[in-house]
C-alpha cells in the first residue's frame, strides 16, 4: 500500500511539472529557453525552480494584478490571498537553481507582501521577485519598476532575498522594499 502511494505521488508530481512545462513555450535548453510574456507565467517558474531550466522575458510585464490596492488586482486567481507574488525559489528547500534573462525588459508593478513568516502555512522569510537563488543560477538584465516589497527581516531585496554565490549581471530595482 505504502509503495502504491509513493508511485501515485511520484506519478502526480511529474504530471504537474509536464503541464506546467506545457504552458512555455520552448524547451528550457540553453538554446531553446522557456519563455515568459506575462505575470502568471512569471509566477510558475516557482513551480519549475529547481531543475536548471532556462527561462527568457519576451516582453514588458505588468505585475499589478499581484497587489489588492490596485484596480486590476488578480481577486480570484493566482493572488487572491491579498500577499501578492511568491517568490521565485520563496525557501532554502525550494531555491531558484537555473538561467533566467530579463532580455532588456521591464517588469512593473510586483506587489509582495510578507512581513510574517509563517503567512499561507509555509516558511517565507526569503522576500524578492526572487527568493532564494543557489550557486548555479545565473540572472542577468532583469529590470524591476516600481516595485512594492515587504519582507520580514534581513533577507528581502527586490531582485534576490538571499543569494547563496548565483551570479546576477546588469539588473536594476526601483520602488520601494522594507525588511526587518
Known sequence: MKKIFLISLVFFFL?????????YQGTGTETDPFQIENCEQLQN???ISRSNYYFIVNNDIDCSMTNPNNSNWDSEGLWGEGIGFYPLGGNSRDQFS???DGNHKK???????????????????LTGLFGY????TEIKDVY????NITGVNQKTGGLVGYNFEGTIKNSYV???ITGG
Open 15 to 23: 504530471f504537474i511539472n509536464i503541464n506546467l512545462i506545457q504552458a
Open 45 to 47: 517558474v516557482s513551480e
Open 98 to 100: 537555473g538561467y533566467f
Open 107 to 125: 517588469i512593473e508593478n510586483l506587489y509582495i507582501n510578507r512581513p510574517d513568516p509563517t503567512i499561507s502555512g509555509e516558511p517565507n522569510n
Open 133 to 136: 537563488i543557489s550557486s548555479e
Open 144 to 147: 524591476l519598476d516600481q516595485v
Open 174 to 176: 526601483s520602488g520601494s
